[in-house]
């Protein structure tokens, strides 16, 4: 079976962002980048099942040169190779316009399962793989935290649902998995994997190569075009009401009702 795992890079959460002067985006140039942390779990569920059915493991990203450097902790982990859509010349594009270039990417490697993280940190759509489970008319799941593949071509997974409810689906494959935390411990990466990820294909190519013209992409072709970039506004410092407790009671009250207008 060949085993397809979508991967985003995005900044560590704890780098500080910084927003550039005319608000466009963010500075990127002393920015620490890593692999999607649910991608991660993304990765591991495919190396087991890799494990079990045997077969092979593609990741594929879309992004510029530095995105190699997250694809590269994916094969360290065991994944063979990579596939990185260069997105030289796109700037702007939205969700649906990444999800048709991994999509297109994903049927010409011939992928028969597709694993994601259930949404990426950085801007927290949780769209790109339900949209390329639709372009693919593929069945789809999301935020999956129990998968179990059988040999009939099919899958049985489940999600938490709320109010401490499970939800179990049984899905026909091929089929875009999406992971959420649970699925499973993520393998770090050993130093001999580490070595052998230096050696292993990590395969460019530009969205004409996959079939979509880069002219349909970047701000053009979005859907949905974001105008700016700007960071929260500045919290107001506390209050701290001091001496003696009945009166610092009926103030609170007092504050929580005129001011802050909460009861």
Do not use: C
């Amino acid at each position: 079976m060949k085993i397809g795992v979508l991967m985003k890079q995005v900044p560590d959460s704890e780098t500080k962002i910084k927003v550039k002067g005319d608000g466009s985006g963010i500075e990127t140039a002393d920015t620490k980048y890593i692999m999607n942390p649910y991608d991660e779990f993304a990765v591991e569920e495919a190396l087991k099942l890799q494990a079990q059915l045997k077969g092979e493991v593609v990741v594929l990203s879309f992004g510029p040169k530095r995105v190699e450097e997250a694809m590269r902790n994916a094969l360290a982990m065991g994944v063979d190779r990579g596939v990185r859509i260069d997105d030289a010349g796109i700037e702007g594009t939205d969700s649906l316009g990444t999800a048709r270039l991994l999509a297109a990417a994903a049927k010409a490697e011939g992928i028969e399962l597709l694993f994601a993280g259930k949404q990426a940190i950085d801007d927290d759509a949780a769209q790109v793989p339900q949209i390329v489970a639709e372009l693919l008319d593929w069945p789809h799941v999301t935020v999956v935290d129990k998968f179990e593949a059988h040999g009939d071509g099919t899958a049985t997974v489940s999600r938490r649902v709320g109010g401490g409810a499970r939800e179990v689906i049984k899905v026909e494959l091929p089929a875009v998995i999406s992971a959420d935390k649970g699925l499973n411990t993520p393998r770090y990466a050993s130093l001999p994997g580490i070595m052998k990820a230096k050696k292993k294909p990590i395969d460019v190519k530009t969205s004409d190569a996959v079939g979509i013209p880069a002219s349909e992409l970047g701000v053009a072709g979005a859907k949905v075009k974001v105008t700016g970039y700007s960071l929260p506004p500045a919290r107001k410092a506390g209050r701290v009401l001091k001496g003696d407790l009945q009166q610092n009671v009926a103030e609170l009250v007092r504050l929580l009702h005129e001011e802050a207008k909460v009861i």
